[in-house]
């Protein structure tokens, strides 16, 4: 059973855009990562929260975690071609699980 | 920074034949992961390590072992390979629980 659910599956956008990707569970959690994955390698992390509400800033990415820490949102401004890849987003288990949403696929358009 | 090395980018297999796929990071992490990646299934994860010796079951375990005799390796075993074994598989290392994972770069594996 797939804890994490990420939307959309599939973006494609043109150069310039902006875009919100999501990810929600019903279960809380105790910290969040967002993970991107260029074709040919692994994922790379980007970001974690940890805190209800925290907002998170890289560049042009701002990542954002919510109140009850149950869902996370990415949001990509003025998007680029280099954007473009997999964005998951992870969650870990005081056990030592790491499990992975079904991961978002952005296509950024010249 | 972490090196994670996955000893073969492409590997084509027929069924029935034993695999083993090997994973080797340079960073003393005490965590270890075995992840296969298929297309709309994201990473599931089939058994991890979290130090030698030492294994757990993850999310899809049926059909596969995992070793880990040093610190520095963990390999996975697929002791009779089926063609619904051919996927992306990637290993990943993590100092400590809630840290970053650090990944290779996958195993692409074809059991015909």
């Known amino acids: 059973t797939q804890l994490l659910e990420q939307s959309p599956q599939f973006l494609s956008i043109q150069e310039g855009e902006n875009l919100t990707v999501y990810c929600n569970s019903s279960s809380v959690f105790s910290s969040l990562q967002w993970y991107r994955q260029e074709p040919g390698e692994g994922p790379v992390l980007l970001v974690t929260v940890v805190t209800g509400g925290e907002v998170k800033k890289l560049k042009r990415l701002t990542f954002q975690f919510g109140d009850a820490r149950k869902d996370s949102s990415l949001h990509i401004t003025a998007a680029q071609p280099g954007d473009t890849g997999l964005y998951l987003c992870a969650r870990h288990t005081n056990a030592g699980k790491s499990t992975f949403g079904d991961g978002t696929t952005l296509t950024v358009k010249p | ?112």
Not at chain 2, 9 to 23: A, D, H, I, N, P
Not at chain 2, 42 to 63: A, N, Q, T, W
Not at chain 2, 85 to 97: D, E, F, G, I, K
Request: glycine letters at 6%; proline letters at 2%; hydrophobic letters at 30%.
């Open chain 2, 1 to 112: 920074d972490v090196k994670v090395t996955q000893s073969s980018r492409y590997l084509v297999k027929r069924t029935g034949e034993k695999v083993f796929l090997e994973c080797v990071q340079d960073m003393d992490h005490e965590n270890m992961f075995w992840y296969r990646q298929d297309p709309g299934l994201g990473l599931r994860l089939i058994y991890f390590s979290y130090d030698v010796k030492m294994k757990e079951k993850g999310d899809i375990p049926e059909g596969y072992s995992v070793s880990r005799e040093k610190k520095e390796r963990f390999s996975l075993i697929l002791e009779s390979a089926s063609t619904n074994q051919t996927s992306m598989y990637l290993c990943a290392t993590r100092r400590a629980t809630n840290e970053k994972l650090f990944f290779g770069s996958g195993t692409q594996l074809s059991v015909l």
